[in-house]
């Protein structure tokens, strides 16, 4: 499959520039068209996701707990695929080919359908992997495009019976459609407004470095810093020189009246601001007077994503890891490496920001349940 990509980037370029000049022509914000634009590298990339995850082992069959049970009866815990896995998802076309992999490898057939924003590309994609898993000698109807509107959402999330996982991938308001119209059993992923928290004990330097990666490293995607909180202790030294440091990479700081005391070109936040995934060059910013307000400020604004500290201090690094309530948590580094690709896992389906089944860049493991076999020789139970 990562093959048949490199091989035919042209076609898959082709149809992209399709999609992304009928956007930029419809207004689709830059952050958006970021999020749909392919390039040479990027369908590189993809492929080499591929071939990551064909060389990861395979979880179907894998034995998750054992025992010999009192009478003599084997018990083991296997993996198997969960089944049909439909994705609901949007904007980013390398989505299709990081969730066709994943399905797969892990013995699942997957029903994709993408945002109408990229369906050239998606169909492009999908085209492709399809050819390649035919050549194996792989039915291709295993990876399935699904064109159509919202109806047909509707359609897969009244398909029990059928499709047996459904996963929403994007923003907030089509992932909350899923899970409460949905009669399928949903895989929930979650918006990311991520916070970065720059504490008393910090090093300003490493924390100066952090939030501008964080931020500016690709603003368009879940796991970029929206929100940044600075203990009062350190905030007169640096907040002017991070705003400073924002400002001159494109980004708007929204900040409380504390950070425009401080800080430079800040405007004033509203509530929303501390409550919105920008998915672009903009971020909130407030002062807070102790760790224990910065993790309060997170549990009322942050959705469960990735939240970050920076700090020297061992006994806050504890205390932040221990208290905050998300699907990841950063002690001194950019809430960037929330990813799949980076945790080793091949590619990703999603964050997921739930606490069932699985939490966190979903891969292989994710994608499978379990059952139990049992082994006897005549046993009966009294």
């Known amino acids: 499959m990562g093959d048949a990509l490199e091989r035919r980037t042209s076609d898959v370029l082709d149809a992209n520039a399709d999609d992304v000049a009928e956007q930029e022509a419809a207004g689709l914000s ?153 009669s399928v059993p949903v895989l929930e992923t979650g918006v990311g407004n991520c916070h970065v928290y720059v504490d008393a004990d910090a090093d300003l330097e490493i924390a100066e470095r952090i939030v501008v990666n964080a931020k500016i490293h690709r603003p368009s995607v ?65 002062v807070v007077d102790s760790l224990d307000s910065a993790i309060d400020h997170i549990g009322r604004y942050g959705t469960g994503h990735t939240e970050a500290i920076v700090t020297r201090s061992l006994d806050a690094a504890r205390r932040f890891t221990a208290r905050v309530d998300a699907a990841a948590v950063v002690v001194n580094a950019s809430t960037r490496f929330t990813d799949g690709g980076e945790f080793g896992f091949g590619a990703e389906i999603g964050i997921s920001t739930q606490k069932l089944h699985a939490r966190g860049p979903m891969g292989l493991q994710e994608m499978t349940t379990t059952k139990y076999v049992l082994t006897g020789d005549g046993q009966i139970r009294s």
């Not at 993809?46 to 025992?67: C, F, N, T, Y």
């Not at 003599?72 to 198997?80: D, F, S, T, W």
């Open 30 to 182: 830059a952050a958006m068209v970021d999020r749909l634009r392919l390039t040479r590298s990027r369908v590189f990339a993809m492929a080499e996701s591929l071939r990551q995850l064909a060389d990861l082992p395979d979880p179907v069959g894998d034995v998750v707990r054992g025992a010999t049970l009192a009478g003599g009866i084997e018990m083991r815990q296997v993996r198997v695929p969960l089944g049909v896995v439909a994705m609901v998802y949007e904007g980013r076309p390398n989505v299709t080919a990081d969730a066709a992999g994943i399905c797969l490898k892990s013995g699942n057939a997957v029903l994709l359908r993408g945002s109408s924003s990229a369906r050239r590309s998606n169909a492009a994609i999908v085209d492709v992997l399809r050819e390649a898993v035919a050549s194996t000698g792989l039915p291709a109807d295993a990876i399935v495009h699904v064109s159509g509107g919202r109806e047909v959402v509707g359609e897969l999330m009244q398909a029990r019976g059928l499709v047996d996982v459904l996963v929403p991938r994007g923003g907030a308001d089509l992932i909350q459609r899923v899970v409460r119209g949905s």
């Open 222 to 286: 879940c796991n970029a810093a929206e929100s940044l909180l600075v203990h009062e202790q350190v905030a007169a030294e640096f907040l002017p020189r991070i705003t400073k440091a924002l400002a001159a990479e494109g980004v708007t700081v929204h900040g409380d009246d504390a950070v425009q005391a401080y800080g430079i070109d800040v405007v004033p936040a509203s509530e929303d601001d501390f409550s919105t995934e920008y998915l672009s060059l903009d971020i909130s910013a407030a």
